[in-house]
């Protein structure tokens, strides 16, 4: 198993370096790219990772493969790579630090502008939470932790912000299971995300982001 994690974390730093090397104008719309055994060679790797690297990026679109020709950069108007494909091959830590900013400008704003209808599902999951955490379900308490501040990016009436925060958040729970081999930091916290749900239903924007700020300081959770 641990050798398959290696094997995609060396395809994924690839395809950034062929990214990267697109967007600084190295390859050019319609330009070949240099067959695998250079490609090899140059970042350090063997044939599979090459293969998996070039296949990720054909399948967002930014490389075409012509079976027999080779490998192509495609149009530039197609060189743009969809965000979910990005998140899907970004590290972990930077997608955790893009969902901590996103926690904090949606405790604001649904402060300011969130319905009665968003207290009752924001508690709801909260509830949810906290007897997860006391029964010890890790999974069921992720899910519920994720759900909870769902419901506040909903609350904030602002639609790019809840897309962004679901995007992050739904790579991020097989990290959470790595991370927290127990229930325990999700009962810690319980007192503050009840503090945010207060600072919420009161209206009180500063307050609902400087709490968010505490609970990212309390290991993410």
């Given at each position: ?11 994924d730093e690839v395809a950034s370096r062929i990214m990267e090397q697109i967007s600084l104008g190295h390859y050019k719309a319609d330009e070949k790219l240099p067959i ?142 790595s991370i927290y081999p127990d229930t325990e930091i999700f009962i810690k916290t319980y007192s503050l995300h009840k503090q945010l749900l207060k600072c919420i239903i ?20």
């Open positions: 198993m641990n050798n398959t994690i290696i094997k995609k974390s060396l395809a695998e055994p250079e490609l090899m060679k140059s970042f350090g790797v063997g044939r599979s990772t090459i293969r998996e690297a070039i296949k990720s990026l054909a399948n967002s679109g930014l490389l075409r493969v012509q079976q027999g020709v080779g490998t192509f950069v495609e149009q530039a108007s197609q060189n743009r790579e969809p965000m979910e494909q990005r998140m899907k091959r970004a590290r972990i830590q930077d997608l955790d630090e893009v969902r901590q900013l996103l926690e904090l400008k949606i405790a604001e704003k649904a402060a300011a502008n969130r319905t009665e209808k968003d207290i009752v599902t924001i508690k709801s999951y909260l509830t949810a939470r906290k007897q997860a955490a006391l029964d010890g379900l890790i999974n069921e308490c992720i899910d519920a932790d994720i759900n909870f501040h769902i419901a506040i990016a909903e609350a904030s009436k602002n639609e790019i912000l809840v897309d962004l925060y679901k995007a992050t958040a739904v790579h991020l729970k097989k990290w959470f299971l009161e209206k009180d924007p500063k307050k609902a982001w400087n709490t968010s700020v505490e609970i990212i300081g309390h290991g993410h959770q």
